[in-house]
T-cell receptor, first 111, second 112 residues
Framework: DQQVKQNSPSLSVQEGRISILNCDYTNSMFDYFLWYKKYPAEGPTFLIS?????DKNEDGRFTVFLNKSAKHLSLHIVPSQPGDSAVYFC??????????FGPGTSLSVIP | KAGVTQTPRYLIKTRGQQVTLSCSPISGHRSVSWYQQTPGQGLQFLFE???????NKGNFPGRFSGRQFSNSRSEMNVSTLELGDSALYLCASSPDHPEGYTFGSGTRLTVV
């Protein structure tokens, strides 16, 4: 029973274009959502987060959108750079509960 | 400041053996969580320890256990290893907020 889903295992984008990574969740009790980035042979690193009381959060080239009614969130990277090539994990949690991660989407930014 | 340190980095064990993995969190972080990463499954939550107490537990069999010491260092133990236990085991520490989740580089366990 996967509570956090990332239905695209991989995504390829040209450098300079927008990358859109999608994430769906099933548990309506989630109140906090996060995105992590992972390079090979390294642990995941925190990228950006959003509280359920917001519908958008922006940090530089990264923007996360939350649509609670659709139980959907997305990560936009503009403009995409080759260094953004990594696996991106969507994660969600309720207060003081465990963080649940999705299966990840492998992003390749082509120069 | 030093990051999260996991030891060993790589481990090869045979079926039926047991293994202990270690995680030293960032100084001051009291929460330590363990995750298993396998291809296609993402990060599966194992358990979380906070101030030496198990606060949350995932859906793994009892062969997987852990503990946390008074200095916040944590160990994870897997007994009677199975081939399917081959995975990257990641430890994450935080001061008690998910944004503060800092992951170690992981221990790559191979069971043969």
């Amino acid at each position: 029973d996967q509570q956090v889903k990332q239905n695209s295992p991989s995504l390829s984008v040209q450098e300079g274009r927008i990358s859109i990574l999608n994430c769906d969740y099933t548990n309506s009790m989630f109140d906090y959502f996060l995105w992590y980035k992972k390079y090979p042979a390294e642990g995941p690193t925190f990228l950006i987060s959003i509280s359920s009381i917001k519908d958008k959060n922006e940090d530089g080239r990264f923007t996360v959108f939350l649509n609670k009614s659709a139980k959907h969130l997305s990560l936009h990277i503009v403009p995409s750079q080759p260094g953004d090539s990594a696996v991106y994990f969507c994660a969600a949690k309720t207060s003081y509960d465990k963080v649940i991660f999705g299966p990840g989407t492998s992003l390749s930014v082509i120069p | 400041k030093a990051g999260v340190t996991q030891t060993p980095r790589y481990l090869i064990k045979t079926r039926g053996q047991q293994v202990t993995l270690s995680c030293s969190p960032i100084s001051g972080h009291r929460s330590v969580s363990w995750y298993q990463q396998t291809p296609g499954q993402g990060l599966q939550f194992l358990f979380e320890y906070f101030s030496e107490t198990q606060r949350n537990k995932g859906n793994f069999p009892g062969r997987f256990s852990g503990r946390q010491f008074s200095n916040s260092r944590s160990e994870m133990n897997v007994s009677t290893l199975e081939l399917g236990d081959s995975a990257l085991y990641l430890c994450a520490s935080s001061p008690d907020h998910p944004e503060g989740y800092t992951f170690g580089s992981g221990t790559r366990l191979t069971v043969v």
